[in-house]
């Protein structure tokens, strides 16, 4: 039950010469995308460098949704950079890229494979020392900051996967809410249900001491470890705060406490998903946005067809926890609750179709797509998306329910309409 | 705000070899008091040391409420010995003691006085790497497996101070609620208030943004930062805890429930306090314990008379949320709520009252002591108590309201008699 190191506040960003210089950095490799290179937040990272006498060189090349391919272009910026500390500014995928460059950058024999989790990869325990990593995240959605997953589209395959490491979890996060607030509405909803799903996920995930195997040496246990006394606090104010602010928080670019307490609450879910884990609304996002056809995102400057990622998640939701409310709907009750439902008279097995209908609410009142159908999904790619969720089982299996491939086959279909 | 690594489970203790062996130790100090030298708790560890091929020394001369002597020579053992990891096993006073001997052994040229807090010492920032230690606590009550501090008696001055840094902070603590199970009843309510005060007096600590000064360098920061979103958390949830398991804990020492939630409260509000700070309870129970007279605590297994820093911390708090609650009543009374009082129809300016009435109730449910005067202080020590008290300023300070010398006099007057 590792937990992580964050700052909060207005302005920590400019900080963060001085905190590299405290580490004794000398050489830092500045991590983030090409959308972001000349805004604000990398900016007052550069000043904030160079104020401190601190030399850097800017790795801009970050894809959106990285790959293997655009993780080793990162690694390979970073081997030959020889950097002893690390500055990522971005989303999850700028940040997850700088973890693996720095992974592999302080593991220069290793394979690619060899920290890529099983069964694709072989999931090897990271025994070297990383550099220090600051992670500056300008979405208030991933929590990457907080933990030690780093996620790319293994090409190949094609299918999502990742690395999970305590090893690789950044030794501070700066959370700057002043990131956040010229953030188009859209992209704060989107990013705000990936918030939503790591805390209703993790809040619902197989219990800790239910999770097999269960290796014995410590150092051998997966960062996912299932819903456990500590992640179950994050989770819980986690979406008390979305409940409470993400509505006001998509509406408004300048209401800074609602976009604060995203910013905070994002931090606060990725602390407990990283430690409990998530489970089926990640596992089915994959394929969802892996196999996206011609879907382009409103309010996202990119050059290809992309679901986003927390559209891909929060999509199925409701379906998901009517599936997995049969186990422990006390605790779907009690989301349902937080999230605003009046649960006075509810019964307790109906907590599934309870929390269900309050997230549908919740999507039509934010104007959500209705449904995998209104991306462009249809009945027929129901096989393509079952198996594509398959290799997922590193989350899948922390499902409090255990799921055939006709159940999964199911929840797509019950996820094509929404309203 | 930073927080901690711990690992919460009935036998996580005997993993402290192989955390050892993962960690690269090959020589290890552990630290204990002698009454536990020959206990459980430090037969496991050894037998897991023994068993993973780990040489270690061990030292058993930690003195329960240790001395700038006691500090002294365990840094003197320390020092000789050269290890490259810790372990410490018993209660604060052993954490606090081994925190002090890592410290100073990985910087042999310092002063004792250059780490120790301000106007004391010269509270310098630690910028030396220290070596791993992993804290095993055997009470449920100090939370130093959490936190960057280490207290101790001061003796030249005869006032308490401490170390306060976050380098000092344990690597992991392994929160083993099975160490817990053979706690006398008087120990399990000492400990317990010294959660419930940690847990109330850092919910209600002067805010953080309203702290100062206030460093530009993040490294010359307090560990002690003012309440904060994150700190508040493991606050109210480790007064939750207290609310429901403390009387249970003390009554049963067979209910592994009570005790295990009890050993985990501990470690919540250490994160909490750790990062927030505590203020009055705490600044004034320094000289209520080093000026004690007669006073020898039933169940405790000392040769000198002692009150349990508990004891002398929560002894206080009904005069001292009376006072606070002019500041912040809404944080009052709701941790009067927590507690058990009924407030739908409290006023919010009776918050104080309230609280304090709430704390009386609980204090007499759990036979403590009726006040200052039942452990031997009478009015003629008030001046005593309050000089005292005047160099505790780095916690005072984060009282959510100022005092004066008045002040603090009123507040000793007002806890002689509880009942």
């Given at each position: 039950m590792a937990v992580s190191n964050i700052r909060y506040g207005a302005g920590v960003t400019k900080e963060v010469g001085m905190d590299l210089?405290?580490?004794?950095?000398?050489?830092?490799?500045?991590?983030?995308?090409?959308?972001?290179?000349?805004?604000?937040?990398?900016?007052?990272?550069?000043?904030?460098?160079?104020?401190?006498?601190?030399?850097?060189?800017?790795?801009?090349?970050?894809?959106?949704?990285?790959?293997?391919?655009?993780?080793?272009?990162?690694?390979?910026?970073?081997?030959?950079?020889?950097?002893?500390?690390?500055?990522?500014v971005g989303g999850g995928s700028t940040m997850d890229t700088c973890k693996a460059a720095n992974l592999y950058a302080s593991n220069p024999q290793s394979e690619f494979l060899d920290y890529v989790n099983a069964p694709i990869g072989k999931g090897k325990p990271v025994s070297v020392p990383l550099k220090p990593l600051i992670a500056v995240p300008t979405t208030s959605g991933t929590g990457s900051e907080t933990t030690g997953v780093a996620i790319f589209d293994y090409e190949h395959l094609k299918v999502k996967t990742g690395i999970a490491s305590r090893a690789i979890k950044p030794t501070l996060g700066l959370v700057d809410p002043l990131h956040t607030l010229h953030m188009p509405g859209q992209v704060v909803?989107?990013?705000?249900?990936?918030v939503l799903c790591h805390a209703l996920e993790s809040y619902t995930a197989l219990p800790y001491h239910m999770r097999s195997p269960c290796p014995s040496n410590p150092i051998s246990r997966p960062a996912y470890q299932g819903s456990n006394p500590i992640s179950d606090i994050w989770s819980v104010q986690a979406l008390r705060i979305v409940a409470k602010y993400l509505k006001r928080a998509v509406r408004n670019p300048d209401?800074?406490?609602?976009?604060?307490?995203?910013?905070?609450?994002?931090?606060?879910?990725?602390?407990?998903?990283?430690?409990?884990?998530?489970?089926?609304?990640?596992?089915?996002?994959?394929?969802?946005?892996?196999?996206?056809?011609?879907?382009?995102?409103?309010?996202?400057?990119?050059?290809?067809?992309?679901?986003?990622?927390?559209?891909?998640?929060?999509?199925?939701?409701?379906a998901v926890?009517?599936?997995?409310?049969?186990?422990?709907?006390?605790?779907?009750?009690?989301?349902?609750?937080?999230?605003g439902a009046d649960t006075?008279?509810?019964?307790i097995q109906d907590a599934g179709p309870v929390l269900a209908d309050t997230l549908r609410k919740f999507l039509f009142d934010l104007n959500v797509d209705n449904g995998l159908a209104a991306i462009g999904y249809s009945k027929a790619d129901i096989p393509a998306l079952v198996k594509g969720t398959l290799p997922q089982e590193r989350v899948t299996k922390l499902a409090p329910r255990p799921q055939s491939e006709e159940d999964l086959s199911a929840l797509f279909e019950a996820s094509m309409k929404l309203y």
């Open positions: 210089q405290n580490m004794g950095a000398k050489n830092v490799c500045l991590m983030t995308d090409k959308n972001l290179s000349h805004l604000p937040p990398v900016q007052v990272v550069m000043d904030s460098l160079v104020k401190n006498g601190i030399t850097f060189e800017l790795y801009d090349n970050v894809r959106v949704e990285p790959t293997d391919t655009s993780f080793m272009d990162a690694i390979e910026f970073a081997k030959r950079g020889a950097f002893d500390a690390y500055v990522a909803a989107n990013s705000g249900f990936d209401d800074l406490e609602a976009r604060s307490n995203m910013h905070l609450a994002s931090a606060f879910a990725g602390i407990g998903f990283g430690n409990a884990g998530v489970h089926l609304c990640h596992g089915m996002s994959y394929p969802i946005s892996g196999l996206v056809k011609t879907y382009k995102a409103k309010d996202y400057n990119v050059d290809h067809p992309l679901v986003p990622h927390g559209l891909s998640v929060v999509l199925t939701s409701p926890f009517t599936f997995t409310a049969k186990m422990f709907p006390e605790r779907h009750l009690e989301t349902a609750e937080i999230l006075r008279t509810a019964k």
